[in-house]
């Protein structure tokens, strides 16, 4: 589990941003940057380029969906305009991380995937966040007005479904 005060987890976010919304599965602020964290939880063998993924489940069924790495591109722009409007230009210095996390078990085949982006299961994600070093980290006090921004976007949508705050990954 990532631990306060080096990390702080949001889940479920709900960024509004002119005429459209993104919703974030997870984020992690900490001294290195901020992890927008897309989580897909199919099983069997996914075939991976930049645009589209085809997932071929365990019964042999195929399903061409979107990728969920372009997918969490587009909620890295959504976070950072939403936090320009409150930070100003502050945002440029926050380096932004782009990881989709799988189900433990999935076959990956990787054909073109641009880089810095991350698709990895739970354990490679955990161990990626507390071990990547940010040549300039933020600053602690930084980090605590991205969240008091960040939080209210998650804290809404799950008020709304019945629970209560942040809760640790």
């Not at 380029?49 to 019964?59: F, I």
Request: aromatic share 6%.
């Amino acid at each position: 589990y990532l631990k306060e005060p080096e990390f702080h987890v949001l889940h479920n976010l709900y960024i509004q941003r002119d005429d459209r919304s993104s919703q974030i599965d997870h984020l992690v602020i900490a001294s290195n940057g901020i992890w927008v964290i897309e989580s897909k939880y199919r099983t069997g063998k996914i075939i991976v380029d930049h645009a589209r993924w085809l997932v071929v489940t365990d019964s042999g069924r195929r399903i061409l969906m979107v990728s969920p790495v372009a997918q969490n591109y587009r909620h890295i722009m959504d976070v950072k305009e939403f936090l320009r409007i409150h930070i100003g230009d502050q945002v440029d210095e926050i380096p932004f991380h782009n990881v989709v996390c799988l189900a433990d078990g999935v076959e990956l085949k990787l054909e073109d995937c641009t880089e810095g982006n991350h698709i990895l299961t739970p354990d490679e994600l955990l161990h990626l966040i507390c071990e990547t070093r940010s040549p300039v980290p933020l600053d602690p006090d930084f980090c605590a007005q991205l969240i008091a921004h960040l939080r209210p976007t998650a804290a809404s949508l799950r008020t709304a479904a019945g629970t209560q705050g942040d809760t640790p990954a």
